[in-house]
């Protein structure tokens, strides 16, 4: 019998949402979807908010991810989604986040800590946003959108895997505030 343990894991850093957020970011994606010919869209369960790409990761790796955020002194702050936005010439669209204080703090933390625990750094400006669809094919144009958002009181180390052919996002690790 095969040990399941023994396989590394695509790992990232995520804040998951609450049912209202999650729902009005599904209403944007399903505007986009509706003005577009083709893409790629997010599945709804699939809609958060990437702190920090770490890659692929060995039960070892995973099990210090894990201690290193649990450390990780983490209090409710607000996110805001406030403006929508495309990457890659328009293909990528994206639901992007006010870029406040304590949102950054905790992202430049996480990044800290990885970088400690020997993960390669990304030296690009962090970018907070939510994917809203891939290869997307539209004549389309990012349009204003009323800002909507929650307090986010919760980390995720989340676990990408496809399963039967689609991409799945499992929390595998959940860092509460006052945790």
């Known amino acids: 019998m095969l040990d399941l343990e023994e396989f590394v894991m695509r790992l990232f850093i995520a804040i998951n949402f609450g049912a209202e957020t999650r729902s009005r970011l599904i209403a944007l994606r399903e505007q986009l979807r509706s003005r577009s010919r083709a893409g790629n869209f997010s599945f709804d369960e699939n809609l958060h908010l990437t702190l920090a790409f770490i890659g692929e990761c060995s039960p070892k790796d995973t099990g210090k991810i894990k201690s290193e955020l649990e450390t990780v002194a ?3 702050f607000e996110v805001r989604v406030e403006r929508l936005g495309t990457f890659s010439h328009g293909t990528l ?13 905790l992202q430049r933390e996480i990044a800290r800590r990885l970088t400690l625990l020997g993960f390669p750094s990304n030296d690009r400006k962090y970018s907070p946003h939510i994917t ?5 094919v539209t004549d389309a144009r990012p349009w204003p959108i009323i800002p909507f958002g929650e307090t986010a009181g919760a980390i995720d180390l989340m676990k990408s895997e496809r399963l039967k052919g689609r991409l799945t996002y499992t929390s595998i690790f959940k860092k509460s505030a006052g945790a």
């Open 74 to 76: 983490l209090t409710p």
């Open 93 to 105: 669209w994206w639901a992007g986040l006010s870029e406040d204080e304590p949102l950054m703090a």
């Open 132 to 136: 809203l669809g891939r290869e997307v």
